[in-house]
DNA sequence: CTAAAACCTCGAGCCACTGGAGGTTCAACC
DNA sequence: GGTTGAACCTCCAGTGGCTCGAGGTTTTAG
């Protein structure tokens, strides 16, 4: 039986997490002590070793969800693992997109600076222009 | 004078999102009609605009102000500001790296699957060990 | 003058946690 | 068996950067 701080270290999990994921369902209501404190099994171990590793590459807690509950029905179909899989994946090639064409302005922009007054100073030029850039960036931030 | 919706229009930002600037002192407090509704001039227009531009290019709301800031003392030196930008060229490329190695994974993962049931998708085997994957993923998520 | 479009404020909600206050329980040691 | 201190508990608030809605007022075109 574990304790939620020992959960903690064997997951690389902070303990709120582990409260937070019960919270919203993610991780079921464990056993209690009689003083009341979580204990856990090796089932829940599983678990959440199963969703921190979908959260390392990417998955939202929706997409978890989906996939935790796949992964306890072994008869049904695949298909929509795979699914959710492709879309992750989708998503992260957009990303990557994005965040080349940020890449490339920024680079640009820092390179084209020779340093002196913020007056002449091309980083502050080129966010005053979107016209100095090559490229559009639809969308914001990432 | 520029309405709020006007000036929301013009530089592709939503009106809540003007008033949000506001609240956080990114946007200066506007002129007011008689009845109350904000008015805005070319200033504000210029400032809005280079926000914007600011965002789509991933700097945060913080970076922004700063670099507002130094774009309101021309005789300022202009190595903060490209200091900022290398900062967040430097977390681009970051965040690109990262992605890629989800990029592998993912793509590993789903053409590795045949499809079938759940009991057998490689999806979820390899989110359910770690040990079938070919990096590490520290950090989570993006 | 009327109708409707646009404006106003205030508050809550999103995602996925994270931190803290203030109090209780557990385990180890003497 | 008692004491200590680490680990646990609940509840609430905050993060970033918006976004939406309710319920009410102002502006403007016809
Ligand atoms: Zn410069
Ligand atoms: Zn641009
Ligand atoms: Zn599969
Ligand atoms: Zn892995």
Redesign the interface.
Known sequence: MLTIGNLAKRTGTKVQTIRYYEQVGLMPEPGRTDGGQRRYGDAEL?RL??I???????FSLDAIRE?LD??D???????E??A???R??KQ??Q??AR??L??V???R??EE?S???????R??EV??D?AECLTD??????
Chains 1, 2 share one sequence.
């Open positions: 599983d070793s199963f921190r590793h979908a959260r390392q590459l990417g996939l796949l992964s029905h072994p008869a049904r179909s695949c298909e693992a795979d959710i899989a492709r992750q994946l992260v090639k990303r990557m965040l080349e940020l890449r302005e920024l680079e922009m820092i600076c340093g002196g007054q913020a007056a002449d100073c980083v502050l966010l005053r979107h960036h639809e969308g914001i931030g990432t």
